[in-house]
């Protein structure tokens, strides 16, 4: 049951970023990859910017 949540919540995130903007990348194996870990690079934005404005999300850069 944990799985599939974190699978649907992961999608959500998934399809919501990429509704907004065509310049992201989704990294690694979309098939065989844990839900739980979106790792996603995206052109044109400076990581610093993008930490600052997220707060509320977990977020690394680099």
Not at 29 to 40: A, K, T
Not at 50 to 55: D, V, Y
């Given at each position: 049951?944990?799985?599939?949540?974190?699978?649907?919540?992961?999608?959500?995130?998934?399809?919501?970023?990429?509704?907004?903007?065509?310049?992201?990348?989704?990294?690694?194996?979309?098939?065989?990859?844990?839900?739980?870990?979106?790792?996603?690079?995206?052109?044109c934005v400076e990581g610093e910017s993008?930490?600052?404005?997220?707060?509320?999300?977990?977020?690394?850069?680099?």
């Open positions: 049951a944990d799985y599939q949540h974190v699978s649907a919540l992961s999608k959500r995130l998934i399809d919501g970023i990429f509704s907004q903007t065509s310049h992201v990348v989704l990294n690694g194996d979309p098939e065989s990859r844990y839900p739980g870990c979106v790792n996603l690079s995206f052109s993008l930490l600052m404005a997220l707060k509320k999300i977990a977020l690394s850069s680099g």
